[in-house]
């Protein structure tokens, strides 16, 4: 045991084979055996308990069937970690193991960690995939559909490689459109959160401003490892492609790959290229389609005339000819012509006899016999609206006029004395809840010099004066004098007089 600790260790005592030690020291000298013995090693378990607290950093467990080894990971390396832990993975943990004497502990400080084998990767994957698939993200009812020829298009993916290149050449070949590039790191710790900054930042843009909102969003990367399209594969990569207003196309890795982002995508490509062909149509082929419907138009419109101008030839040979049309009229128009002076002469003739037997009729003993008839009608009619009648009608209504008066003034007198009965009610009632009602039961309220109400005695010893409200009437207490230098202070004699 002595071979483990300080040299400078405390010599035995009298009588005793071995020394005293602290605590301290022998939680130290355990400290520097594991730490020297195991500063750098690999474990592989299964993450257990995981814990982020605010600061940071990371609590964990590594077990397995047998045993359980706590682990932290400190802030600064959490954050450099192209895998983060999750609770049920197996993992590679590198670090160092040391202590923690403050609980009697031996712990692993874990510098990096990594999944253990594809295997575990896949089964994270299908864990991750099937708890974001509940969530709704992978809905094809919330996919949006790809615009037929967009004016702008943006594209993630790194700025260096071939993928972008192939993007550009096809586009170029099919139907040359405006392309936004946002470099982003396509591999590594990185390429999650700049890639979900890519499509945050897309659909922040505003359309039609400075930097224009692109139509289309194509998110793209070439072939590699599992390890090397995982940041693909990462929430915040998915979250970000299912909550983007902007249809969004997926083209990461070959035709045999597969990420989480696929399944967020409104639309899936096999490669970057067939991206691009989903984006635009054939330029060519839009112009060919365009032309051979001008050419049906035209031909179809030719068609349509020449048909109507046949017709209408078929149709003037089944009519009659004008001349033919119009013998028939000019010949009643020929009749009617030779009978016209005689018809308006005989019509003359019976007008005439008419009138002559109406002339007749009108003479003036007929006129001066409707006069007076009219006369004895309006006569009549003026002794019905003579001034008696008027008169009883007024008296009558002057009669209903002072009813209504006195209906009115009852109403209101009763009105009135409602009012004051309740308005007196209401003062008894203040006076019933009122302090006053209460200081004649015995209680009484204290004010100081400025008319305060005081409610303790503390507040009482700091007044200079007071004023006691009784029942019938209030007292004054003296105000108090100073104290002298050097003594205690004198108290009066109480003062007092009946306001």
């Given at each position: 045991m002595s071979d483990l600790l300080d040299d400078d260790a405390p010599a035995p005592q009298g009588g005793q084979n071995n020394p005293e030690y602290t605590v301290s020291e022998i939680s130290g000298a355990v400290k520097r055996v594991l730490e020297g013995e195991f500063s750098h090693v690999r474990i592989r378990g299964e993450l257990?308990?995981?814990?982020?607290?605010r600061s940071g950093h990371v609590y964990l467990d590594l077990k397995d069937d047998r045993s359980v080894l706590a682990a932290v990971i400190w802030k600064g390396v959490a954050a450099r970690l192209t895998t983060q832990p999750e609770e049920g993975m197996e993992v590679i943990a590198t670090g160092r193991i040391t202590t923690f004497g403050g609980q009697?502990?031996?712990?692993?400080?874990?510098?990096?960690?990594?999944?253990?084998?594809?295997?575990?990767?896949?089964?994270?994957?299908?864990?991750?995939?099937?708890?974001?698939?509940?969530?709704?993200?992978?809905d094809e009812a919330r996919k949006q559909p790809i615009p037929y020829l967009p004016e702008i298009i943006g594209v993630v993916t790194s700025p260096t490689g071939a993928v972008i290149r192939d993007i550009l050449h096809r586009l170029r070949d099919r139907f040359p459109r405006k392309v936004l590039i946002w470099p982003v790191a396509v591999q590594g710790a990185n390429c999650a959160p700049e890639v979900a900054r890519a499509i945050h930042g897309f659909n922040a843009l505003t359309p039609g401003g400075a930097m224009p909102r692109p139509d289309l969003i194509i998110v793209a990367r070439g072939g590699?490892?599992?390890?090397?399209?995982?940041?693909?594969?990462?929430?915040?990569?998915?979250?970000?492609?299912?909550?983007?207003?902007?249809?969004?196309?997926?083209?990461?890795?070959h035709e045999t790959d597969t990420t989480l982002i696929d399944f967020a995508a409104d639309k899936r490509a096999p490669t970057p290229t067939a991206a691009a062909e989903m984006a635009v149509p054939v330029r060519l082929d839009l112009l060919a389609w365009v032309d051979g419907q001008s050419g049906r138009l035209t031909r179809a419109l030719t068609s349509g005339v020449t048909l109507r101008a046949q017709r209408l030839r078929d149709l003037s040979r089944a009519l009659p000819r004008a001349d033919t049309l119009l013998d028939g009229p000019r010949q009643r128009l020929?009749?009617?012509?030779?009978?016209?002076?005689?018809?308006?002469?005989?019509?003359?003739?019976?007008?005439?006899?008419?009138?002559?037997?109406?002339?007749?009729?009108?003479?003036?003993?007929?006129?001066?016999?409707?006069?007076?008839?009219?006369?004895?009608?309006?006569?009549?009619?003026?002794?019905?609206?003579?001034?008696?009648?008027?008169?009883?009608?007024?008296?009558r209504k002057n009669c209903d006029l002072a009813g209504l008066s006195r209906r009115l003034s009852d109403a209101g007198q009763r009105q009135v004395r409602t009012w004051r009965q309740r308005t007196l009610d209401l003062d008894r009632l203040r006076l019933t809840l009122g302090y006053e009602a209460t200081l004649g039961r015995g209680y009484a309220v204290v004010r100081d010099e400025a008319g305060e109400v005081l409610t303790t005695r503390a507040q009482a010893a700091k007044a200079r004066a007071l004023e006691i409200q009784f029942a019938d009437g209030r007292l004054a207490v003296g105000a108090k004098p100073a104290p002298k230098p050097g003594g205690k202070p004198q108290t009066p004699p109480e003062q007092g007089s009946l306001l």
């Open positions: 257990g308990r995981v814990t982020m607290p009697s502990k031996y712990q692993l400080i874990i510098e990096d960690i990594e999944p253990a084998g594809a295997g575990a990767l896949m089964a994270m994957l299908d864990k991750r995939r099937r708890a974001l698939a509940a969530e709704g993200l992978f590699g490892s599992l390890e090397d399209l995982w940041g693909f594969n990462e929430e915040i990569v998915v979250r970000a492609a299912a909550a983007s207003r902007i249809p969004l196309i997926s083209a990461v890795g020929d009749m009617l012509s030779d009978r016209l002076p005689a018809a308006l002469i005989r019509a003359v003739q019976l007008r005439r006899v008419a009138l002559s037997d109406h002339a007749g009729a009108l003479r003036p003993a007929l006129l001066r016999r409707a006069i007076q008839t009219e006369r004895r009608n309006l006569a009549v009619a003026s002794d019905r609206l003579s001034l008696d009648r008027f008169r009883a009608d007024l008296e």
